[in-house]
């Protein structure tokens, strides 16, 4: 049972669309993170929310944390080719504990946007 | 600029080699964590460390070891190299007092086993 179900699984839209990928758990989460992974490299962090309900803006792309802290969304505002790539989430869980520094990651959003 | 470094972006790797893939942090981060992605599985943990020789299984450590013995650098070993260890490996860290800021990823290292 996969703890971060991500949807869509794969997203192609052309340029200008926007799009929101959402990132859903039964499980509550003290902080949720957003990472975009370009072909061939390592994952990058976007964003860390933190707080219920909490809403991040980072140019076009908006993130919001779900009241109860078990889901998040990433919108992006008309799409650009850069934007092309995969796109996980990732929490830490509740409850884990000091000696607990694993991350929960999603399986991810594959995003390709054409010219 | 903060970094995790991978020593090598791509390896090629014949079956029953023993392989070394490392990995060094410039954060003095104390956790370290060794994955492999593969399409339709997402990323899996292999083995972390949370502190210098420490170590804990991940989910999937079948047919790996791995050594800390500085803080900044976790190697992860293949003892016995096999086709299904054909992956992207990745390296990260983070520091215990910023665990919600997430992870710092290194470049990976696709590693082809023949």
């Known amino acids: 049972t996969q703890l971060l179900e991500q949807s869509p699984q794969f997203l192609s839209i052309q340029e200008g669309e926007n799009l929101t990928v959402y990132c859903n758990s039964s499980s509550v989460f003290s902080s949720l993170q957003w990472y975009r992974q370009e072909p061939g490299e390592g994952p990058v962090l976007l964003v860390t929310?933190?707080?219920?309900?909490e809403v991040k803006k980072l140019k076009r792309l908006t993130f919001q944390f779900g009241d109860a802290r078990k889901d998040s969304s990433l919108h992006i505002t008309a799409a650009q080719p850069g934007d092309t790539g995969l796109y996980l989430c990732?929490?830490?869980?509740?409850?884990?504990?000091?000696?607990?520094?694993?991350?929960?990651f999603g399986k991810g959003t594959k995003l390709s946007v054409i010219p | 600029d903060v970094k995790v470094t991978q020593s090598s972006r791509y390896l090629v790797k014949r079956t029953g080699e023993k392989v070394f893939l490392e990995c060094v942090q410039d954060m003095d981060h104390e956790n370290m964590f060794w994955y492999r992605q593969d399409p339709g599985l997402g990323l899996r943990l292999i083995y972390f460390s949370y502190d210098v020789k420490m170590k804990e299984k991940g989910d999937i450590p079948e047919g790996y070891s791995v050594s800390r013995e500085k803080k900044e650098r976790f190697s992860l070993i293949l003892e016995s190299a096999s086709t299904n260890q054909t992956s992207m490996y990745l390296c990260?860290?983070?520091?215990?007092?910023?665990?919600?800021?997430?992870?710092?990823f290194g470049s990976g290292t696709r590693l082809t086993v023949v």
């Open positions: 990260a860290s983070s520091g215990s007092r910023t665990l919600n800021y997430g992870y710092t």
């Open positions: 990732a929490g830490l869980l509740v409850g884990s504990g000091a000696g607990s520094y694993q991350l929960t």
């Open positions: 929310v933190v707080t219920g309900g």
